[in-house]
């Protein structure tokens, strides 16, 4: 006699498979089943009127919104700061100001993309790229001794930017933080008991 697998009754509402999907591929979608005039159109009604602020507002929304994983995060911000680096290099003359200074949007770009699992690495890998890419910029002699001389001496008097660029991505995890435990509570406080 075939006896037939029954699957156990789940109680509670059906998810869809949307919300399994990262945030990017949630929008996506509907961006593609918009009609080519409603796209073609939507920067020029986005750029005409209304204020400054929302038309920034609008900008930053348009950019893209990767979410990375720890890891991730450290290798971007590590790569970018030897890539800032190589270049301040090339083009400056290894002005570690402009390093510095090219430090703090990284920091906060680490700490925007980040995923909302892994939000707690971005402050730790923010320190380490910025010392991976003062490789590039950092003075040197002839030898492994004076090269790490040279990196040493620029963590020393670079130690502000260091300070400042963590200081960033550390405040826009908490605040990435705490709108993500308010969004989950507000979604517990709607979920029927």
Same mark, same amino acid.
């Given at each position: 006699?075939?006896?037939?697998?029954?699957?156990?009754?789940?109680?509670?509402?059906?998810?869809?498979?949307?919300?399994?999907?990262?945030?990017?591929?949630?929008?996506?979608?509907?961006?593609?089943?918009?009609?080519?005039?409603?796209?073609?159109?939507?920067?020029?009604?986005?750029?005409?009127?209304?204020?400054?602020? +929302?038309?920034?507002?609008?900008? @930053? !929304?348009?950019?893209?919104?990767?979410?990375?994983?720890? =890891?991730?995060?450290?290798? %971007?911000?590590? $790569?970018?700061?030897?890539?800032?680096?190589?270049?301040? +290099?090339?083009?400056?003359?290894?002005? #570690?100001?402009?390093?510095?200074?090219?430090?703090?949007?990284?920091?906060?770009?680490?700490?925007?993309? @980040?995923?909302?699992?892994? #939000? =707690?690495? +971005?402050?730790?890998?923010?320190?380490?790229? %910025? $010392? @991976?890419? #003062?490789?590039?910029?950092?003075?040197?002699?002839?030898?492994?001794?004076?090269?790490?001389?040279?990196?040493?001496?620029?963590?020393?008097?670079?130690?502000?930017? #260091?300070?400042?660029?963590? =200081?960033?991505?550390?405040?826009?995890?908490?605040?990435? !933080?705490?709108?993500?435990?308010?969004? !989950?509570?507000? +979604?517990? !406080?709607?979920?029927?008991?």
């Amino acid at each position: 006699m075939e006896q037939h697998r029954t699957r156990p009754a789940q109680h509670g509402p059906r998810q869809s498979s949307r919300a399994t999907l990262p945030p990017q591929a949630r929008g996506g979608a509907a961006a593609l089943r918009r009609p080519v005039a409603a796209r073609a159109n939507a920067p020029k009604a986005a750029g005409a009127g209304g204020s400054a602020v +929302a038309r920034a507002v609008r900008a @930053v !929304r348009g950019m893209p919104n990767p979410r990375l994983t720890g =890891l991730g995060g450290g290798l %971007f911000c590590g $790569a970018v700061m030897t890539l800032l680096g190589g270049v301040d +290099a090339l083009l400056f003359g290894s002005s #570690l100001t402009l390093y510095g200074v090219l430090f703090l949007p990284v920091c906060l770009l680490t700490a925007c993309w @980040v995923r909302g699992n892994d #939000l =707690l690495t +971005a402050p730790v890998v923010v320190p380490i790229a %910025f $010392a @991976v890419g #003062l490789v590039t910029v950092a003075e040197s002699g002839d030898g492994l001794g004076s090269r790490l001389m040279g990196i040493v001496t620029a963590l020393a008097t670079e130690a502000g930017w #260091l300070y400042g660029g963590t =200081l960033v991505a550390g405040a826009t995890v908490i605040v990435r !933080r705490i709108r993500l435990v308010r969004r !989950r509570a507000a +979604a517990r !406080r709607r979920a029927p008991a």
